[in-house]
């Protein structure tokens, strides 16, 4: 496997930011060295690095991606719902709807 572009930036990454990632358990002495040093995208259990190779995430962004990556329904679903707006200043009717679903 070739890991070049990824060596680029864990020394960019280095440089800029403390342990070169904004989470401790993203960091290079977490991982084999033959691991992945930079992942560009995922797709299900598939995850991409900025070299393109292709790799099989078990970690699943530090165990919390229960679906996959990108899964298509919550991708439309999200997507769907920030066409109306996010974060904003008062409550919205999705919060209510939300918690009705999740108190089932």
């Known amino acids: ?10 020394s960019k990454s280095h440089r800029l930011i403390p342990g070169g990632a904004h ?5 290079d002495d977490q991982f084999p060295e033959q691991a992945p040093g930079f992942l560009a995208r995922g797709l299900g259990c598939h995850v991409w ?8 995430e078990y970690g699943m962004g530090l165990r919390s991606v229960t679906l996959g990556h990108a899964f298509a329904p919550v991708v439309e679903a999200a997507s769907r719902q920030m066409s109306f707006g996010v974060n904003f ?4 009717a999705i919060e209510v709807e939300c918690a009705e679903n999740l108190a089932i």
């Open 23 to 27: 989470t401790y358990a993203k960091g």
């Open 89 to 92: 200043t008062r409550p919205a």
């Open 1 to 10: 496997m070739i890991f070049s572009r990824s060596k680029e930036l864990q």
């Open 49 to 56: 690095d900025v070299d393109g190779n292709e790799f099989i």
